[in-house]
């Protein structure tokens, strides 16, 4: 199928080749938009410890709490920074390495702590979703060449082996208290999708066979079990015993009820990585990654006004319909994995009509980075989130185009930047 029309805006500074994968044209915006990006979150570095979250313009935020998944995805991004050829990277990978280290992990109990404020601990719960995002920036920091790299790669591995991994399930379990004492029975689809993130990151990094093993079980069980029988959607929540749980509404953000189409794009762009890590073997996982990716852009899309809605009933009916700049990022990603595989029409159409809609909506042009959430005219509003609260996805969305193969971002990114 083509992808509906939207009443989309006219793009404001590109002509349509800028938008259309592989030109000449398309590869220049995008080294563009990733410079700007790096240029204006370069400003979260704090004189002291940490980093500030931004304003809109750039400024910092009064809010002085540091999450350990903001601290973690700096340091990744700026690490792909760095190994796509751009300078003055290296501050913020130091920054958020040292910072990890000293602040975040935990010398009394081990792991790493979820939000600290100043020297104080703000939320000592230990979360999976924190933990995988650490293994992902000492992954990229140690292709990016850091000292302190596999330090911290070994320490959370060894954390995540011992608290999170359910060997018998073949999925991390997903929340502690800061001692290690349990108080939920919570399990989810977000930590383990990142999971699989970080896991295959680090194979890429260190060539340890058992990233890639843990990360094609975690796959098993989504894409195999769970979206095959749920029509190739994803449900987020599950019981103790990996049961999916409709009932479950959380955290609005990060664990809202039903399904997140943002989190469909996400996995299928990882289980084509996965099958190029594992030498693409003969078998349906195209297929796959396509029905999933269909799934969520055909359920998902606005017809009217364009964009995502955030998540969906699990009959596939919008549920919150608020659209954010992440899964329009994500579905970027998927689509850009598909067209290096030779691609087709559909996937050329969504895939510009993406970029279309980001650089007439999402990409703010005069103060640089991203706008993470638009109204229903399509202008910058800030219901959900304050200020512009992270570089990961949006840059992510950027790098990824400029490279031909699916997987081994930290060869494939080499002078990518470097005009």
Partial sequence: MRPPLANTPNNRHHDADAFRFGTSAHRDFLRKDAKRQFDFFRSSVRPEPGFFVLGYDGNPLTDTVQELHTTARLTHSYALGQISGLEECDTVIDKGMAYLWSHHRDRDHGGYLWALDGETVHDGRKLAYGHVFVLLAGASAKMAGHPDADRLIDDVTAVLETHYWEGNHGLFADEWSRDWSPFSSYRGMNANMHGVEALLTAFEATGRETYLSMAGQILGFFVNRIAAAENWRLPEHYTA??????????????????????????????????????????????EVAWKLTERALSDAWNNELGGFAYTLNF?????????????????????ASFLKLGGNQVQHDWYSRLWCFADAHFIDYENGGWFPEIDEQGKPTTTQ?????????????????????LSKLGEELRGALIS
Wanted: proline residues 9%.
């Fill in 315 to 335: 009959d596939g009916t919008p549920a919150i319909g608020s659209r954010y700049w992440w899964p329009v990022t994500e579905a970027i990603g998927v689509l």
């Fill in 241 to 286: 015993d990996w049961q999916i749980d409709r009932l479950y509404s959380g955290n609005p953000m990060f664990r809202p009820g039903g399904t997140t189409p943002g989190h469909s794009f996400e996995l299928a762009r990882l289980l084509l990585q996965y099958w190029d890590l594992s030498g693409r073997p003969e078998n349906n996982t195209q």
């Fill in 385 to 405: 989130f304050l200020g512009k609260p992270d570089i990961y996805h949006s840059v992510q969305a950027a790098l990824f185009p400029l490279t031909s193969g």
